[in-house]
């Protein structure tokens, strides 16, 4: 962080930022841990073309998981521009390691943030990013057409475009509609954080959890689960606890598979080809 954005962040905040060590904060941007004589802030900083709306869009996606009162996230402090880019800080969280029990609260949560946080159609009231790829959230009455419509097409096509998958290789969209209604039930929207993998979670120390660096939208809540089990990261109480609030209704392993497919996708267009093969395997079983 140059010393003009230091003092910026000071005069914007009446703070006096005594230290500032560069943190992990994703592959995006450059993220800052700022100290004063009494608190902590975490900064992040991107000089990308789309730094600034990248950051807008978080910021609106963590005020809205702040509005259902089910979850905890960061408060924002600052969401600016500058010359190239833009800058966020918010508050610092402490983390910890996780615990059986922490996981278990954090279950309950999230599936409260399902439940309780809802409207009458899948998508969201602006577009948004997954990483730095754009996420369409336009509105859809019908689950099926909304996820094929605005999540796979654009991946799907953001991967011909690229040459990592050829025309053969890609389903049409009445392909991809007819098992994605086969598939999918009768849902009500949930507000999703919409890339929920173990480096987008955070245990306070004092047990607290926090969701941060979102991609939301309305969609079918077991999206959020099924990444939860892309990567891993995730102890057995947090899916115990999940599930006490949401009971199988069977499928489900099919359309985990679907659901990490939009995932892999963007994996695919963001890192390259090895994850080319776990996509071509989902697509041939499915489609």
């Known amino acids: 962080m140059d010393n ?12 006096k930022i005594q230290t ?38 978080e910021k609106m996606g963590l005020q809205t998981i702040a509005q259902s009162k089910t979850i905890g996230v960061p408060n924002i402090l600052l969401c600016e521009p500058l010359e190239k880019g833009g800058f966020l800080v918010m508050d610092y969280i402490e983390p910890k390691r996780p615990t059986e029990t922490n996981y278990e609260l954090l279950g309950h949560q999230l599936a409260a943030l399902h439940h309780n946080a809802t409207q009458d159609k899948f998508g969201f009231s602006s577009d ?3 990483g730095n790829l754009n996420q369409s959230n336009s509105n859809h009455t019908q689950w099926a057409e909304f996820y094929v419509q605005e999540r796979l097409v654009p991946q799907l096509q953001l991967a011909k475009d690229a040459g990592r998958l050829s025309d053969s290789e890609v389903p ?25 993998w173990s480096g987008n979670y955070l245990i306070s120390t004092n047990g607290t959890p926090y969701l941060i660096d979102p991609a939301v939208y309305y969609g079918h809540h077991e999206v959020d689960l099924a990444m939860t089990r892309l990567f891993g ?21 099919e359309r985990t598979d679907i ?29």
């Open 172 to 196: 049409s969209e009445d392909q991809l509609l007819q098992s994605c209604k086969n598939l999918f039930p009768n849902t009500k929207p949930s507000l999703l954080h919409g890339d929920l």
């Open 233 to 253: 990261g995730f102890g057995n109480s947090f899916y115990n606890a999940y599930q006490e609030h949401f009971a199988p209704i069977g499928n489900e392993k």
């Open 128 to 130: 948004n990013y997954i």
């Open 4 to 15: 003009d954005l230091k003092k910026h962040i000071e005069y914007l905040l009446c703070i």
């Open 259 to 287: 659901y990490q497919l939009y995932y892999l996708l963007v994996h695919l267009s963001l890192f390259g080809n090895s994850y080319k093969a776990s996509v071509k395997e989902i697509l041939q079983r499915y489609f």
């Open 20 to 57: 500032m060590q560069s943190v992990s904060g994703g592959d995006i941007s450059k993220a800052y841990l700022l100290e004063t004589e009494t608190e902590r802030f975490f900064c992040k900083v991107n000089h990308g073309d789309n730094g600034y709306d990248l950051f807008k869009t």
